[in-house]
C-alpha cells in the first residue's frame, strides 16, 4: 500500500503565493508520474499538474506560466508553488501518483486526502 499526505494549503489573497508538498511512502518499487489535481465545489476533478520521473511536466492552461511543479525522486516527494493566485483557484487540491509495489510489473493509482486552497480576500 502507499500513503500520499499532502502540506501547504491555506487561505491566501489574490495574487499571492502557496507551495504544497506531498510525500509518497510504503510499499514502493517505482512511481512514474506525480502530480496535482483539484477540486472546486460543484465541479470535477481536474488536473493541474503532473511530472515523470524524467522530469517532463505537463501543466493545464489555466495555470501556465503562474505554477511550477517540481519532484525529488530520491524522497518520493512532489511541490507544486503556485503565485500570483487568483479566486478561480480555490479549490481542494490532490496529490496523485502511479506507483509500482515491489514485485509487481504493474503501476496503480494512489491518492492524497486532499489539502484546500482558498484565495481570497
Known amino acids: 500500500q502507499v500513503q500520499l499526505v499532502e502540506s501547504g494549503g491555506g487561505l491566501v489573497q489574490p495574487g499571492g503565493s502557496l507551495r504544497l508538498s506531498c510525500a509518497a511512502s510504503?510499499?514502493?518499487?517505482?512511481?512514474?508520474?506525480m502530480g496535482w489535481y483539484r477540486q472546486a465545489p460543484g465541479k470535477e476533478r481536474e488536473l493541474v499538474a503532473h511530472i515523470t520521473s524524467y522530469g517532463s511536466t505537463n501543466y493545464a492552461d489555466s495555470v501556465k506560466g503562474r505554477f511550477t511543479i517540481s519532484r525529488d525522486n530520491a524522497k518520493n516527494t512532489v511541490d507544486l508553488q503556485m503565485n500570483s493566485l487568483k479566486p478561480e483557484d480555490t479549490a481542494v487540491y490532490y496529490c496523485?501518483?502511479?506507483?509500482?509495489?515491489?514485485?509487481?510489473?504493474?503501476?496503480?493509482?494512489?491518492w492524497g486526502r486532499g489539502t484546500q486552497v482558498t484565495v481570497s480576500s
Open positions: 510504503g510499499s514502493i518499487f517505482n512511481i512514474n508520474f
Open positions: 496523485n501518483c502511479n506507483a509500482r509495489p515491489p514485485y509487481n510489473t504493474k503501476y496503480y493509482p494512489y
